[in-house]
């Protein structure tokens, strides 16, 4: 991993732009989203930021960059069209152990942008570490279509609403599977207000779920690409991931990422999901396609549990 991604609070934090050209103002405006304490320094002010700053968002100083610019601040970006100079902004914050990012030269970088999308609060941000930032626009627009558009709202309203579900379900588990339920309803896919998730949200409430444990015996190919959306589902939900040992490999990846997993034998495949099922958890075994196809099969039979070949 060359670049390590995180979510940085920059409220009210001090971040200096250098320059107050094109690329400044879509710093700038990214920057007024989170809230940044903004200052400009640059000898020409594009009218955009000329705006903002006789709207008092941001401090403007009119002056050419010089070492001492860079003091005082906690991350710093670099937009001049003299890149000489946004090697030296790079180098004077590094001695003052400031943040940098030169815009479009991820060698002068501290930290790289993201593709971004924002539907606040949730927020996806898509890198290539720095290899190809178009393939990385390209992910962008597919997510954009995926992603469906009362996001905003769903994470809004169960946000406000994880005080309450915590009077009513005291363990996390049993929290994450209601909230599990709740988001796969279609009233709930299909809700725009308010009023709609409240409904759905009342009425889920008042009728737990009897069982908790399920078995999920998912088939693995070669490639993860052909695995179906109902398989990555079941991954994604499952508490325990029992996967042949020897293979722990993208598929195991795949799953949820907080789940407890083990490798298995198929001779103490059995004994292993009873034991677990017994627990009440929802345990999916991945199981190559073509080897041992026997174990899943009489698992199938045994067990009741979900079969979902490969394709
Ligand atoms: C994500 C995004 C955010 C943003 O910039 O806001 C972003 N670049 C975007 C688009 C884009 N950038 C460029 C093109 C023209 C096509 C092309 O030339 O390839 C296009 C495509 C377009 O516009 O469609 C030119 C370019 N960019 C960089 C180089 C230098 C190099 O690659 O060596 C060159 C060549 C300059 C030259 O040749 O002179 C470098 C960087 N660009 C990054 C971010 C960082 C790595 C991100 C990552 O990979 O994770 C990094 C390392 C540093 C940084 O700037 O932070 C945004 C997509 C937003 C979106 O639409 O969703
Ligand atoms: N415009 C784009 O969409 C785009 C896209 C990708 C990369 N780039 C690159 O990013 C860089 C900036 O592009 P731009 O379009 O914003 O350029 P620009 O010419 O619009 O702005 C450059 C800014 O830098 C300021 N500047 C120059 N010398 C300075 C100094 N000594 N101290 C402080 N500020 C100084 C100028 O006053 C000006 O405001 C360029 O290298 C460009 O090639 C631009």
């Not at 200052?39 to 009119?62: E, F, G, W």
């Not at 809004?156 to 609403?161: I, L, T, Y």
């Not at 099922?277 to 045994?302: D, F, M, W, Y």
Request: aromatic content about 8%; charged content about 25%.
């Amino acid at each position: 991993m060359e670049f390590f991604p995180i979510f940085l609070n920059l409220k009210n934090r001090k971040v200096l732009v250098v320059g107050g050209g094109d690329v400044a103002c879509r710093k700038v405006d990214l920057l007024l989203r989170a809230n940044a304490d903004i200052t400009v320094i640059s000898p020409q002010l594009h009218p955009h930021l000329s705006r903002l700053a006789a709207d008092q968002q941001l401090t403007y100083i009119k002056q050419k960059y010089d070492e001492s610019c860079v003091i005082g601040f906690h991350q710093i970006w670099a937009t001049t069209n003299d890149p000489k100079l946004n090697h030296q902004v790079f180098s004077d914050a590094e001695a003052e152990g400031i943040w940098t990012n030169v815009v479009d030269d991820p060698h002068h970088c501290h930290f790289i942008t993201p593709s971004m999308i924002d539907r606040t609060p949730i927020q996806v941000a898509i890198s290539s570490g720095g290899a190809s930032p178009v393939l990385v626009r390209f992910i962008r627009e597919k997510l954009e279509t995926l992603l469906p558009q009362n996001l905003s709202l769903l994470a809004e309203f169960s946000g406000k609403q994880r005080e309450r579900i915590k009077q009513h379900f005291k363990t996390v588990d049993e929290r994450r599977k209601f909230w599990e339920r709740f988001f796969r309803l279609p009233a709930v896919e299909q809700a725009n207000n308010t009023v709609s998730l409240e409904l759905a949200f009342t009425l889920l409430l008042s009728e737990p779920e009897t069982q908790t444990n399920h078995l999920y015996l998912i088939e693995t190919g070669l490639d993860p690409e052909m695995l179906t959306l109902k398989a990555l589902r079941l991954m994604q939900q499952s508490d325990f991931v029992l996967y042949p040992e020897g293979s722990n490999d993208i598929f195991v990846d795949l799953c949820r990422r907080d789940a407890d997993r083990e490798p298995y034998t198929p001779e103490a495949l059995q004994d292993k999901v009873r034991a677990l099922l017994n627990e009440g958890l929802r345990v999916c075994v991945l199981a190559p396609k073509a080897s041992h196809p026997e174990t899943l099969i009489s698992l199938a039979q045994e067990i009741k549990g979900l079969y979902i070949p490969c394709l």
